[in-house]
Each structure stands twice: as C-alpha cells, then as structure tokens.
C-alpha cells in the first residue's frame, strides 16, 4: 500500500509533466512557420531592395555567391519564362540566402507587377517560374452626391478614383457626366481587390444606382450571349447606339449656338457644335460604330475625323492635334475607338474638342440627342434576370444605410454566374 502511494505521489506527477510538456511541444511544432513568396523565413537569411536606374539582373546577382555557372544558365534559359529585358527601375527584389558562413544564393525574387512576381532558384541547375500572390477580394458599399464633379465626389468620399472611370464606363450612354447638377448621387457595390493589405484594383460591379437630372439610373449586371453588360430594371440595356460624349472629364466651354461671336474672327456666326476644353493629348472617342469619310487637315477645322454612322447620323471631330493608330478615310470604327487626340490646330483659342453631329444632314445638338438602347434582356431569359435584379436591389438598398460596413465575401461565391444560382435552387 505504502508502494503504491508512493508510485501514485512521485511517479504518476512525474508522468503528467512529461506529457504536459509534450503536448506543449507539440503544440508549439503546429504553429506555421512565417512564408515569404511561399518560402519559409526562418531558413534564410532576407535581403531586399529596389532595381536601380540602368541597373540590370546580372549586375545585382554578381553581388551575391552562386553556384558555379548559375548565372550563365539564367541568362541562356530564363527568357523562356520571362524576359529579362523587362525588368522595371524601381520595382522591388528580394534576395534569400543561406545561413551558413557560405551566404549562397539559394532563391530570388522580383516583384514584376504588385501581383506577379518571378521566383529564381539557384541549385545544381537554375529554375525559373512565375507566380502570383494572393489576391483578396472585399465587396464595398460606397455613395456619394454630387457637389461640383463625380470626380470631386468619389475622392472627398476617400473611394477608390477607379471608381468613378466604372462609372463613366457603365453610364456613358445615358447620364451626361458634363451636365452633373449639384444634388445629383450615386451609390456602388463593387469588389476591391487586395495584396499584403495593399489595393491593387477594382473587380466586378455588382450593382450601381444613379440619381441624375430627376431619374434613377439602376444598372443591373446581367450574363446574356456569355457577355455581362448592364441593364435597367426593365431590362432595357444602358448601352445606347452613341456615347454621350466623345471624351472623360472634361468641361463644355461653348455650347451649341445660332449666333456665337467667334473668339477669333470676332463676328457673329452659328456654332453648330459642342467645345470641350480638355488637355492637348487627352483621348477622343468614337461615340458610335461607323466609317471614317473624311481624316486629314481641313483650314479653320485643323486636324478632323468625320465618321458616318448609318444613313442618318453623321459625327465630326475638330481641332486634334493627331489621330489615332490606323484612322484614315475609309477605316471602319467601333463605339469607343480610339480616334485621335485633343489639339489646337485650326483656328482655335486653346486646346479643345469641337464636336459636332448632324442627322439626315441638318447639325443637331450633340447634348439633346437621344439615342435608343440596344440588345434589351430576351424573353426566354427575363426569369434569370429578375433573379439578379432583386439580388442587386437587396444590395443597393444596403447602400442606404447611415454607416455602411465593409463586407467581406469569398470570391467564389462573389463570381458565381447567376444562371448556375437559379439552377441549384439558391
């Protein structure tokens, strides 16, 4: 009895702190070790920095002990993988060397863009690939009013500026962003894309509402002949036949006239177009498809592309100072192709766009024309897109919230075709 006691008092503690201990290790061994590129840190020794100016890949890797012919297998093999030429001033290298006193090169890193990056391995034999960091996705809820300029608005608001070019994209047939109105707003869901913490861009637009000139602009994103566009809530596309205007954030400087004194001539004549001053250089747009019938240089016009749409609507783009890689007569252009550059050429006080249109002939005024949508939802697909129109109603209405927290939500479900929700019963 008195044996037992005995095992029972000093052998049995004894036993429990071995095991304590051992769970404790184990413990300590299921933390994960710290990973840099997908290398474990705590094996290397970190060196990093910034490719200089005129400074190339051999030039920093002579700095460090490689293996015997290392370099000279890199520059012989690497450009099948990537082109070394491409390496960028400035851009970021982390360089992982070994602990012992022979400080080898054993792995280098060059960070080509802040997603992709090239991974070298220096062993018997040089290796080469390309990777990519993790991307996290966050769905954000933003809104904001018009005060002065989307512009303004988006960066008062502290939202992404990507932001507001999505904007200009989505609503570039229907809302006249050079005629915005004090009181006018807007609200988006979209994603923002994140590496090691830092934005990187923008990903999809779930949904987005515009209050302009006393209508609500919804725009519902919508899978249809596998292209996503953006539609109205009865299903009517926001792509319209012609953009409402032929460049990004600009101004109107003169607007549509029969009688304009000419800041130039200094006498009184018809302006039959629309001035948007704007930057020289600044990119001007076809705002339909259509063929280019006349490019070249026309006296008081300076440089101008005039493009026929159909047997009715005709465009003209005055005073650019070039045009666009490929325009000439005759060329064939799509809504949004590039057509040449704002310029002062001509008569003209300053660089800016004149833009004009005229249909069956007779100049119209490019801010009063209306154009028809295109390519509405079909009928064989409005149950789909009434499922997607209420989602994206639930998540504008989100957005109405005094204080909107931002969501985090896996990318998989974020990116799941509607069409594949409505067949699971989801």
Sequence with gaps: MLLGAATY???????????????TEASVIAVPMARLYGLTVDSFRIESGKIGRDQNLGQ????YTLPERSLAQLLLYADRVFDLRKIRQGNSYTAF?????LNRLQYFVYEHSPIDYVLFKFSDTVHVQLQQKEVITRQKKVKGEIITSLWDAITKNNINPNVALELSEIYAWTVDFFGLQPGDHFSVVYDELYVDS?????GRIHAARFFHAGKELVAIPFMQDSVEAYFDEEGNSLRR???????????????????????????????????????????????????????GYQSGAGRIVKVRHNSVYTTT????????????????????DLIGYVGSSGLSTGPHLDFRVTRNGSPIDPLKMESPPVDPVRPENRTAFNAVKLATLDLLAGT?????????????????????VLTEGK
């Design 317 to 336: 783009y005055m005073h650019l100072s070039g045009f666009g890689k490929g325009i000439s007569s005759g060329t064939y252009v799509r809504q949004g």
């Design 60 to 63: 920093i890797l002579q700095e």
């Design 198 to 202: 830092v934005s990187v861009g923008l």
């Design 97 to 101: 060397l070994s602990k012992d006193s």
């Design 400 to 420: 109405d919230e005094a204080k909107m927290a931002e969501e985090y939500i896996p990318a998989e479900l974020l990116h799941k075709p509607w069409q594949e």
């Design 9 to 23: 008092w000093f052998i049995l503690p004894r036993f429990d702190s071995i095991q304590r201990q051992q769970e």
């Design 241 to 295: 036949a012609f953009l409402k205007a032929p460049l990004r954030f600009s101004r109107i400087s003169s607007r549509f006239s029969g009688s304009r004194l000419h800041p130039i001539l200094k006498i009184r004549r018809p302006h039959y177009g629309v001035d948007y001053a704007a930057p020289v250089g600044t990119p001007v747009y076809s705002i339909g498809d259509g063929r280019i019938i006349t490019a």
